[in-house]
């Protein structure tokens, strides 16, 4: 569950705060709180919403699980329903990204506390004879377990949270040592985030489109295109060619 942030006025930049580095490339925009630490991710200026944030590890997950790549269809709807404050994205999101022979559903609501598949925040995927969730279960530690067509549960583990991030740390210090790729590569990540940035794409459109993996590009909407990519200022954090 997410809180109600309030609304809250422009003011000075508190001393101590180089907000020119912090707002690196992006054009400028008043100081404010509810754009800031801890609330930066609900403004779609600096911001993709808590699909781009909790919701982007749950995606890179099922599009592993499911060995895909970028979708060639995005559909769905995104709004702000529940909350009354400055965050501007949304609180409820029911997005489906189409493959050819597959589907990845993502469902979020974030003002209530009825997690699905009895998980906070996790992945469930459907075969024709059984099922694998992944995720933090109610009243347990992060875990996975799979499910006979009879709701039997035929495996399962469990771990605590710090011992699921110590092979990120691992391979991460042995890939300093090395000079070599980690485990997952980067252009990995670059899918997982393609897929937040599409569902915001149609959340923000309220239409479904369709995507050009090779291009990366909206295919015959021209305003959902705009959204692909943003206006920087310059700035000597700009990304290359943008």
């Known amino acids: 569950m997410r809180r109600n942030i309030g609304h809250r006025e422009d003011e000075p930049v508190p001393a101590g705060i180089?907000?020119?580095?912090?707002?690196?490339?992006?054009?400028?925009?008043?100081?404010?709180?509810?754009?800031?630490h801890g609330t930066v991710n609900w403004n779609w200026h600096?911001?993709?919403?808590?699909?781009?944030?909790?919701?982007?590890?749950?995606?890179?997950?099922?599009?592993?699980?499911?060995?895909?790549?970028?979708?060639?269809?995005?559909?769905?709807?995104?709004?702000?329903?529940?909350?009354d404050d400055d965050q501007q994205t949304p609180d409820t999101m029911n997005l489906t990204y189409h493959y050819k022979d597959k589907l990845l559903c993502?469902?979020?609501r974030l003002w209530n506390p009825y997690g699905m598949e009895g998980c906070d925040n996790g992945v469930a995927v459907y075969g024709d004879q059984s099922m694998a969730q992944f995720g933090?279960?109610?009243?347990?530690?992060?875990?996975?377990?799979?499910?006979?067509?009879?709701?039997?549960?035929?495996?399962?583990?469990?771990?605590?949270?710090?011992?699921?991030?110590?092979p990120h740390v691992r391979?991460?210090?042995?890939?300093?040592?090395?000079?070599?790729?980690?485990r997952v590569d980067?252009?990995?990540?670059?899918?997982?985030?393609?897929?937040?940035?599409?569902?915001?794409?149609v959340a923000r459109t309220g239409r479904a489109i369709r995507f050009d993996a090779k291009?990366?590009?909206?295919?015959?909407?021209?305003?959902?295109?705009k959204l692909v990519r943003r206006d920087y200022r310059q700035h000597w954090s700009r990304p290359e060619g943008a």
């Open 18 to 36: 180089d907000y020119e580095t912090w707002t690196g490339p992006l054009p400028k925009r008043p100081f404010n709180r509810n754009r800031f």
């Open 46 to 83: 600096f911001g993709c919403g808590d699909i781009g944030n909790d919701g982007v590890h749950e995606l890179d997950i099922a599009r592993r699980a499911l060995s895909v790549g970028l979708p060639e269809q995005i559909s769905g709807m995104g709004q702000k329903m529940y909350f």
């Open 106 to 108: 993502y469902e979020q």
């Open 136 to 166: 933090k279960f109610r009243g347990h530690n992060w875990g996975y377990r799979v499910i006979d067509e009879s709701s039997q549960v035929i495996h399962s583990e469990e771990h605590g949270k710090s011992s699921i991030d110590i």
């Open 171 to 182: 391979d991460f210090l042995d890939c300093i040592r090395s000079r070599k790729k980690p």
């Open 186 to 201: 980067i252009e990995e990540g670059h899918w997982a985030t393609s897929l937040a940035h599409l569902g915001n794409i």
């Open 215 to 225: 291009t990366e590009r909206v295919i015959g909407d021209p305003d959902a295109d």
